[in-house]
């Protein structure tokens, strides 16, 4: 059971909106697992397009995925007149991997209501151990829909 109440009642559909609006999620191939208030967890596949020099899934991508899963737990939490943008990401690469199949997990730790400060983990889902490739913390900015002040391109 989540600490979090839903910001809306319909915050699953809101949630799955928010990834279907996002070019980045889809072009990934991040795909939605599971998502509890405050909580999400989802799986992106990894191949040749994704890699670094070496043929390890490149340090963007990886923080792309934290990323996604962090907004998308602080988006459970938004109302149905808020947005969830990423201000702040603090990143810990803790080791390398080419697995075929990448989870990760975003939580909420903290809710305000112009902030949710969020936490992410990735990890290769081929890894018996589950031993993490990525820890990072995230501080959402909660605000009005469009309000980045930029057009968009």
Known sequence: MS???PG???YIEAVRQYHAATPMHTRLGIAIESIEPGRVVATMPFDRTM?????YVHAGTLVTLADAVAGMAAMTLAG?????LSV???VQLLRSSAASKLI???QVIKAGRRFSFCEATVWAADDPEGKPLVKASITM???PPDSSGQKKG
């Open 88 to 90: 702040n990401i603090t």
């Open 8 to 10: 809306r009642q319909d």
């Open 80 to 84: 149905a007149d808020q947005n969830i």
């Open 51 to 55: 890699a670094q020099q070496n043929g």
């Open 141 to 143: 900015a909660v605000v």
């Open 104 to 106: 990760a997990s975003g």
């Open 3 to 5: 600490q979090f109440e």
